[in-house]
């Protein structure tokens, strides 16, 4: 089944403790984004790959890095959370560089204490 | 930068009624996607319908429908024969040259037995 998969579904942390949220995709696509959701603001672009080894900001990228060292995967890193960064995340993924469509995962929902 | 704007935070509808949600957004590009996305309470992200700018024609999916207006900057979504399982979250979406899709904030839409 093609897919977008995250992990945690859920995680509540305390601040400044580093975690991962993995995202893996198995539909071979060369993007693939990250985004936050936040009531009465919608979803916000955190940061964005259009292939392996090339990751770019979007709207958000403050307290968050990311990698993409193999197509299919594409973690979020949150080096030191802070409890503004609670927020549902949600991984997608989409063909060719500029995607007409975007496929995304069931979402990731953070609570930093 | 690209904004979305979506004036209503929350609607209502009765079964079988017909509703439009509405949605702006402002850019000075003359290609670019319009997107319909809805969340139901189980928070995935589900695709409703897609506009493509080049095309004069209001795209449709079954009882979802858009009316595209270019010129005024507004992408409205209608939904005919309103079921139980519409009850979601709708966001509206743009993607132009930028590899990012920019959501507004939602439209709450409640469908009432």
């Known amino acids: 089944e093609a897919q977008v998969t995250q992990n945690p579904r859920y995680l509540i942390t305390v601040t400044g403790k580093k975690l991962t949220v993995t995202c893996s995709q198995n539909m071979n696509h060369e993007y693939m984004s990250w985004y936050r959701q936040d009531p009465g603001l919608g979803l916000r672009q955190i940061y964005y790959?259009?292939?392996?080894?090339?990751?770019d900001k979007g709207d958000v990228p403050e307290g968050y890095k990311v990698s993409r060292k193999e197509k299919r995967n594409f973690p979020l890193i949150l080096e030191s959370p802070s409890p503004n960064q609670t927020s549902l995340y949600f991984c997608?993924?989409?063909?060719?560089?500029?995607?007409?469509?975007?496929?995304f995962g069931p979402g990731t929902r953070l609570t930093v204490t | 930068a690209q904004t979305v704007t979506q004036s209503q935070p929350e609607m209502s509808v009765q079964e079988a009624e017909t509703v439009t949600l509405s949605c702006t957004y402002d850019t000075s590009e003359n290609n670019y996607y319009l997107f319909w996305y809805k969340q139901p309470p189980s928070r995935q992200m589900i695709l409703v319908i897609r506009q493509e700018a080049y095309k004069q024609q209001n795209a449709t999916e079954n009882r979802f429908s858009v009316n595209f207006q270019k010129a005024a900057k507004s992408f409205s979504l209608k939904i005919s024969d309103s079921q139980l399982g519409d009850t979601a979250m709708y966001f509206c979406a743009f993607r132009g040259s930028a590899r990012q899709l920019t959501f507004g904030s939602g439209t709450q839409l409640t469908v009432l037995p």
């Open positions: 997608a993924s989409g063909v060719g560089l500029a995607p007409r469509e975007q496929y």
């Open positions: 790959s259009m292939n392996v080894e090339v990751t």
